[in-house]
């Protein structure tokens, strides 16, 4: 019988010859034939969709990079040169890289490999734009000196841990992504996406939110959302990070087809396994901040046996490279230095690019290296903060914790409160447990509006950090957006809690008492908002600010004028109840409850004290105060403390690079 022929990329696996028990005849040779499935990712080359962009060339030379290190007071001097071979110990000054050189052409995928502690970060964050003081040396893109603000636009940056909002659907991200980075017709954006979602393998979890996608899923998603706008440079740190074989297989076969697709795709990787180190088409070998090899991954073997360094037969070069580093076969890492440096690499560098230059070019990275690309965003400022709104607004929305628990939060306390100070309110014998009420209820509301806004910045930073400096959006529009959206809710909320207490304490049944009562509630809550926000942007971690949050609120409370009258404080302390906001809100809730000539309260005893409302307000040293002042004063507070937060956010943005 003539031998079955096996389909072109099935493997046979015959299994053994087994006997039936009672002797009967063994059973024939079963195949089974293993089908490689068609990876849908390779698609990412051929999207008929996305912008044409010019190809990039990444060139730099005697590229070196230092650190302040130390207390200031033991730093003398200034950095001296991380090319000498002397370390820099008594200047303060570190050295992290050291006179590196290099191109990374387009339709590549170069890997930045070495030990930890090597560099690659480091490297791949200059390169990116996102590092600049303490950078020496020249960057060139296509031959021409780097602008950075418009290779930021030409490139982007896909960081180790994927950073996503994880109320949204992969699907409503990348519309966000399309909407701010693409000025297209709806039709073509939503093609476009569903082109992306296809081609990696994601249009099956486009309705899934991002906090339930799987790390392989999170990483494309991460990818697709920067392939919006076809970036002709890609940096990708870490993408193997945290993933098991078949999600690192894909990840890096997508990283593949992205560079034949004609664009330059760098990336930092740890440790490679075998099958993933020979799809690399270029490698970039780092140790102690110095390049130990730059060149293909085929020439890395010969190279280190011509330097006398023989890699074991079966063994990844990729471990042997790096144990190399690490000195496991002894100090080699002054021999490595010296040969890159003798230009051991150049002739096969030079070869390499002959090769390149002699292939023609592919459709989404054409070769016209002259285009220019603009300063401005894809779309405008208002644009820009009409989409953040609605993203902003539905996290919101969506968001368990700061949403819905802080309404039932109001709800609860309010009828809480509401029962405890029941029909206290026209009551001349209980005036002090109303004073009381009114000051808890300036309490509550500053608590409640502080805490969950002290979060909002800690929490996305790094998702805005990625998305402002890929070039997506101004700090100004995103920080319009994300105070805006958050204001309707901090209005509501306050208006419910103050509807509640007010008729079931059996306050004053007037509406101009009732809406002013309201109005400085809100405006209370508006102030510790906006200062909530202004802690976390400042803080340095999330850890930080929920601490400093509550311990700015002492003083605060303090000089309010309900503990110690003003009088009573001493002179060298009375500034303090100047810049106390909650005095303000509670001084305004006294005059609308017990001002504006209010009528005699009831007095259910003989002789009640209190009976007349101007007693109220000469105990509390307030019958002076205005309430136009009040208001004027809390909204000063209120834009102080947001355009304060907005310039702390800006030199957070400056301080990254």
Not at 225 to 254: H, I, K, R, W, Y
Not at 416 to 431: E, P, R, T
Not at 540 to 546: F, H, Y
Request: hydrophobic letters at 40%; aromatic letters at 10%; a neutral charge.
């Amino acid at each position: 019988m003539a031998e079955r022929t096996l389909e072109q990329g099935s493997v046979s696996i015959p299994m053994e010859e087994t006997k039936l028990p009672g002797g009967g005849p063994p059973e024939a040779p079963l195949l089974t034939h293993l089908k490689k499935v068609e990876n849908h990712i390779t698609e990412a080359q051929r999207f008929s969709h996305l912008p044409r962009r010019s190809a990039v060339d990444l060139e730099f030379n005697e590229l070196s990079y230092t650190i302040r290190e130390g207390p200031w007071w033991r730093r003398r001097g200034t950095a001296c040169s991380p090319c000498c071979e002397r370390p820099c110990l008594l200047s303060g000054y570190k050295a992290l890289l050291k006179c590196l050189s290099g191109r990374f052409n387009s339709r590549e995928l170069i890997g930045i490999m070495g030990p930890s502690g090597a560099g690659k970060s480091t490297l791949m964050n200059i390169l990116a734009g996102y590092r600049e003081t303490g950078m020496k040396g020249q960057i060139m893109v296509n031959g021409r000196p780097r602008d950075l603000r418009t290779f930021r636009k030409m490139s982007c940056y896909i960081m180790q841990d994927d950073m996503l909002l994880p109320h949204l659907t992969a699907r409503e991200a990348m519309m966000v992504s399309a909407n701010l980075k693409l000025n297209e017709s709806m039709q073509v954006k939503k093609e476009l996406v569903d082109e992306i979602l296809t081609a990696l393998g994601l249009l099956e979890c486009a309705l899934t939110r991002t906090s339930c996608l799987s790390g392989g899923q999170c990483k494309r998603l991460a990818i697709a959302l920067e392939l919006v706008n076809n970036p002709p440079v890609m940096f990708f740190d870490e993408p193997t990070s945290g993933l098991d074989s078949a999600s690192c297989f894909q990840v890096v076969s997508l990283m593949k087809s992205l560079a034949q697709g004609g664009r330059t795709i760098i990336c930092t990787i740890h440790q490679p396994s075998a099958k993933l180190f020979e799809m690399f088409d270029k490698l970039y070998i780092l140790s102690q901040g110095q390049c130990i090899y730059k060149g293909t991954v085929p020439y890395l073997i010969p190279y280190l046996k011509n330097l006398g360094l023989h890699c074991p037969t079966y063994h990844n070069p990729a471990d042997f490279i790096i144990e190399v580093a690490s000195g496991e076969y002894g100090d080699l890492n002054p021999v490595l230095f010296e040969a890159v440096q003798g230009g051991m690499c150049s002739e096969e560098s030079k070869k390499n690019s002959r090769d390149k230059n002699d292939s023609s070019c592919p459709s989404q990275c054409h070769s016209d290296t002259g285009t220019l690309e603009k300063h401005s965003f894809a779309t405008s400022t208002f644009t820009q903060f009409c989409i953040l709104f609605k993203r902003t607004f539905v996290t919101i929305c969506r968001d368990m914790v700061l949403t819905h628990l802080r309404v039932m939060s109001h709800l609860s306390i309010g009828v809480l409160i509401g029962l405890l100070y029941l029909n206290i309110g026209n009551d001349a014998s209980k005036v002090f447990n109303n004073t009381g009420f009114l000051f808890f209820s300036m309490l509550f509301l500053m608590f409640a509006a502080l805490m969950p806004t002290i979060l909002t910045f800690p929490l996305e930073m790094s998702v805005f950090i990625r998305e402002h400096l890929n070039y997506w959006y101004s700090l100004k529009a995103y920080y319009l957006a994300k105070t805006v959206a958050d204001v309707p809710f901090q209005v509501i909320c306050p208006i419910m809690y103050c509807s509640i207490v007010y008729w079931m304490t059996e306050q004053p049944p007037e509406a101009g008492r009732y809406l002013l009562f309201m109005a400085l509630s809100t405006s209370t809550a508006l102030v510790a908002q906006s200062l909530g926000l202004l802690i976390g942007a400042a803080s340095t971690s999330l850890q930080v600010a929920t601490f400093v949050g509550p311990v700015t609120a002492i003083p605060v409370l303090l000089f309010s004028g309900f503990f110690v009258n003003f009088d009573t404080i001493p002179k060298y302390l009375q500034w303090s109840s100047y810049v106390s906001y909650v005095r303000y809100g509670f001084e305004g809730v006294i005059l609308s409850i017990y001002g504006m000539n209010r009528s005699e309260l009831e007095c259910p005893l003989q002789v009640c004290k209190f009976q007349k409302p101007e007693e109220v307000l000469q105990l509390l040293d307030v019958e002076d105060a205005k309430l136009y002042v009040d208001f004027m004063v809390l909204g000063v507070f209120f834009l102080i403390l947001r355009l304060a937060t907005y310039l702390v956010l800006r030199y957070k943005v400056k301080s990254e690079r």
